[in-house]
């Protein structure tokens, strides 16, 4: 057990050295390390934003609003078949989950024609293949229609998979330092943000779903408009984004929507330098828009912003350019944020936050004071403490100790594994564990010692014999840290990180290190002095 | 020097005692845990903490009033590490995961116009009513996972009797832990359990060192009474557990002293952890094997072991 081959001796010191490399460029600053040479490697410690400052947020897509949606689009196509057919039908209703109605009769034909509307129909509501996507249940007279589960699972994971792309495009247009953002199980986007403390306006910007319609308003009915009674068939009543006891009654076939868009910008209005957001479509837009307002010069449209009319111009001409610009008594920040909302694009469905961590820049560098001041301080304590117990044995083990600790820096940076404050507490953890399979080994080849062994052989035995013990020792804790790093986010993941890490490197070090430090002194120990000083 | 060579200390002459004095605290952790309960951080109970820093002290009681005025529910105010620190804590509003979000404008609003002096703003958590709910049962489950872990790896590295000799003396630490949140009624929040895990981890690793070297007396020693070979296991690892238990203490220590405000409460779990967790390897774990029949014939089933 103690001898070992010279190749034996070589890899395990170029693991260390290997290890010792990669911590290394924690201790320079980036400037340094940009005029080393190029063969030393200059990944840092990835601090988490718990230490470098930042925020952290979790959203929730709304689901239910998803399938709510596709439902109310569902809605007045199967109206359609119903009154094409002649088909007497009453109570008709949307549930958050499904269209009901009552028929008297409900032919086996129409049943498929409506089937076939998920088929036929690709406008609304999303594709798949050539089967139908609604399934109808009947109970007596009242028809249930709903999605079929296949369909509402790929319908959500198509809006996340598109929040996702949106709430990217979003933020990379305020142009927040190194921001990531990540899909986290069937229905739920994590953000982190780099160096934002107070994430107020891009909270703004995500909870909004920005969709922008142009419809046109009204004008079959005269209506009060502090207080209009109801809507006629087809059309609906939306507030007034500047003033919210002004209500309008606007048709809802929508003439142009947001994803004609091509371009938002925010400007100024040149005559009363009012800021505004000059907009773009595209060809298919642009056509759709010349098109209506050619029919309908001299009446009023809206410009629709999630359901509160931001304007309501009246056309005065036909629109043919593809470009208009809308104003509404925002000022330039708000019309900078709604040019970057337009450009973005609209969320499927409304994003819901969740949870919100922010940690400020001075939070931040505090704990990273206070977490090497106590690592140092344990160290130190660590340090004497075993010299003061073990001696020489202790003195090897504190070598083996702060190799440790490089060994474990060297892993997070060549993983570019984060750092959190739970995380420093791992390693802190880590000084006063690891020396364990140390301990361990040393009270064996002291008994061994007692029972008369030589140094040679009880350095031998010992090593033999506390094997089986660290490793069953170790094992339990590394099973605690797994379950911890799966069951665990943020922060306290990385105490699981530096934790499982620590295990490792202490187990490598006093299997491999110390025995090659204690294999060179028990050698060269002369025969009378066998006999380590122990205190018998 | 301190000697702990060789030491001949009667552990389990005073077993029952022991075992009385454990029960007891056990009792007591769930006297407190069903009384006062555990004081939750809004990980699992949801609301708002905002951590400020301002130049100047400030009067707690005044500013408390203050921000209790905006029928926000209740608002605590607590000093944290210092005079200009302090820890404002909302509680979770009712009407979903979108209002919460509100809470923090309205009080930093708020703040802004109450106190004169800059305000900087060090932590912001905001935790809605269905990730706090997550939260408090992965919690559960973590635990209750790493325990029923233990108890799998050590039937099968040991013998049934190991096994259930080492999970009554996690679940004793676990149980003390709990307890003594209830009793001191610290914030009980998503650190802690990590906490916990970690002492499950810490308890298992001191417990197996003990019942390695009974396995391996039970094979040198055949005719030895079980008490004395129980004795003879703890003496011998005793050096080991305390200077173990030391160097990881004092590691501890100092994360406490110097570590910060923001994880005292989670050091303070890991200390209290590994007191228990060394007492009941040494008081619980050890003894309760003197009850649970372990089987001496170790060497039958493999004739020559390797140890020797």
């Known amino acids: 057990m103690i001898y070992f081959s010279n190749t034996k001796i070589l890899s395990i010191l170029l693991v260390i050295f290997i290890a010792l490399m990669f911590a290394v460029p924690n201790f320079f600053s980036k400037d340094q390390l940009n005029s080393f040479p190029s063969f030393i490697p200059k990944q840092q410690v990835n601090l988490g934003l718990d230490l470098q400052g930042g925020s952290h947020l979790l959203l929730e897509v709304d689901t239910v609003e998803i399938i709510k949606e596709r439902l109310e689009n569902l809605n007045s196509d199967v109206r359609r078949v119903l009154k094409k057919n002649n088909i007497q039908y009453s109570n008709f209703k949307n549930t958050e989950d499904n269209l009901k109605f009552v028929v008297e009769e409900f032919p086996a034909e129409i049943q498929k024609e409506i089937l076939e509307i998920s088929v036929s129909n690709s406008q609304n509501i999303l594709q798949m293949g050539d089967q139908t996507n609604l399934v109808i249940t009947r109970d007596e007279n009242q028809v249930f229609i709903s999605f079929t589960d296949e369909f509402i699972k790929l319908a959500v994971s198509n809006a996340v998979a598109q929040s996702l792309e949106i709430v990217r495009r979003r933020i990379d247009e305020l142009g927040t330092r190194e921001p990531s953002i990540q899909r986290q199980g069937s229905s739920r986007i994590i953000i982190q943000l780099p160096g934002i403390d107070d994430p107020d306006r891009i909270k703004a910007l995500l909870g909004q779903t920005a969709k922008l319609t142009f419809q046109l308003v009204d004008t079959s009915t005269n209506y009060d408009p502090l207080n209009p009674k109801k809507a006629p068939v087809g059309s609906e009543i939306l507030p007034s984004d500047t003033d919210n006891s002004f209500k309008y009654i606007v048709k809802k076939r929508v003439m142009v929507g947001g994803e ?23 060809r298919l837009g642009a056509s759709k828009f010349g098109r209506v307002t050619q029919q309908n010069v001299g009446k009023p449209f809206a410009i ?233 | 020097m301190i000697d702990i060579a060789n030491t001949k200390i009667n552990f389990l002459k005073s077993r029952i005692i022991t075992f009385i004095f454990s029960s007891i605290l056990v009792v007591l952790s769930f006297g407190a845990f069903f009384v006062s309960g555990l004081n939750f951080g809004i990980d699992f109970k949801g609301g708002t903490l905002i951590e400020i820093e301002t130049e100047n002290e400030i009067e707690i009681a005044g500013l408390r009033d203050n921000l209790n005025t905006l029928s926000l529910g209740d608002v605590q105010v607590q000093e944290f590490g210092s005079k200009n620190n302090l820890l404002i804590r909302v509680e979770q509003q009712s009407g979903g995961d979108q209002i919460q979000q509100n809470v923090v404008e309205i009080v930093k609003n708020s703040l802004d116009s109450y106190l004169s002096s800059e305000v900087n703003f060090r932590r912001t958590e905001v935790v809605g009513p269905k990730v706090s709910g997550e939260l408090i049962q992965s919690g559960a489950i973590a635990i209750l996972a790493a325990v029923f872990a233990m108890l799998i790896y050590i039937w099968f590295r040991f013998e049934w009797q190991f096994s259930l000799g080492a999970v ?32 499950v981890g810490y308890s298992m690793n001191d417990t197996v060192v003990v019942y390695d070297r009974v396995r391996e007396n039970l094979r040198k020693h055949r005719s030895k009474n079980i008490i004395d070979l129980l004795n003879l296991s703890i003496n011998e690892t005793l050096s080991r557990t305390i200077v173990t238990s030391v160097t990881t203490l004092l590691a501890l220590l100092s994360l406490f002293i110097f570590g910060g405000e923001v994880i005292k409460g989670f050091t303070f779990a890991m200390i209290w952890g590994v007191v228990v967790g060394t007492y009941s390897s040494i008081f619980v774990a050890a003894p309760l094997l003197n009850y649970l029949d372990v089987k001496r014939e170790w060497n039958t089933t493999s004739a020559v072991d390797s140890t020797r």
């Open chain 1, 304 to 536: 629709i912003l999630d359901d509160t009319v931001i304007s309501a111009p009246v056309i005065r001409e036909a629109i043919l350019g593809g470009s208009g610009q809308i104003s509404g008594g925002f000022d330039s920040e708000e019309a900078n944020d709604l040019a970057i909302l337009l450009r973005a694009g609209a969320l499927p469905a409304p994003l819901i936050i969740l949870e919100e961590r922010s940690v400020g820049p001075d939070l931040g560098a505090d704990s990273i004071e206070a977490g090497q001041y106590a690592a140092i301080i344990g160290f130190v304590a660590v340090i004497i403490f075993m010299m003061f117990i073990y001696r020489y044995f202790g003195f090897l083990a504190d070598i083996a100790l702060i190799i440790n600790l490089f060994m474990v820096l060297g892993i997070l940076s060549l993983f570019q594994a984060t750092l959190t404050l739970p995380g420093i507490a791992g390693i802190i953890l880590t000084i006063g564990m690891a020396v364990d399979a140390n301990v361990l080994i040393f009270e064996r080849v002291k008994e061994e010692i007692r029972s008369g062994s030589k140094m040679i052989n009880a350095v031998e035995n010992g090593y033999k014999r506390a094997l089986s013990t660290i490793l069953d020792a170790n094992i339990t804790t590394l099973i605690a840290a797994v379950i911890l790093f799966f069951m665990a986010s943020g922060p306290v993941r990385g105490f699981s990180i530096t934790l499982a890490i620590g295990i490792f490197t202490s187990v490598f070090t006093a299997f491999t290190f110390t025995r090659l430090l204690i294999s060179i002194y028990a050698k060269s120990l002369k025969p009378s002095l066998v006999g380590m000083k122990i205190n018998d």
């Open chain 2, 168 to 199: 009554v003396a996690l679940i004793h630490d676990v149980i003390l832990t709990i307890g003594v949140f209830s009793i001191t009624q610290l914030e009980f929040n998503l650190p802690i359990i990590a906490a916990i895990l970690t002492i």
């Open chain 1, 260 to 282: 004609n868009l091509v371009d938002a910008q925010p400007g100024f209005d040149p005559q009363t330098n009012e800021p505004i957001v000059s907009f773009r479509f595209d």
